[in-house]
């Protein structure tokens, strides 16, 4: 639930969106990430940069809350 409200996407279970997350900059496929994937990788994906920036966002957190 805490990754679906930082991220805001509901329908994205937390296995689906760190899966995601993985083949999308994992790039020498070890199953780990470093900080210099992590980095690159997002930095080369507009997706991937605007839910790291929607993250930061508090407006979903607090829908949570609010909702319970």
Do not use: C
């Not at 805001?8 to 995601?20: C, I, L, R, Y």
């Amino acid at each position: 639930q805490a990754i679906q409200a930082i991220n805001g996407h509901t329908n994205m279970s937390a296995e689906e969106f760190t899966d995601m997350i993985f083949q999308k900059i994992d790039l020498n496929n070890d199953g780990e990430l470093t900080l210099e994937e992590f980095i690159n990788g997002v930095e080369k994906d507009k997706e991937l940069m605007e839910l790291i920036e929607k993250s930061f966002d508090l407006s979903n957190i607090l829908k949570v809350i609010q909702t319970g």
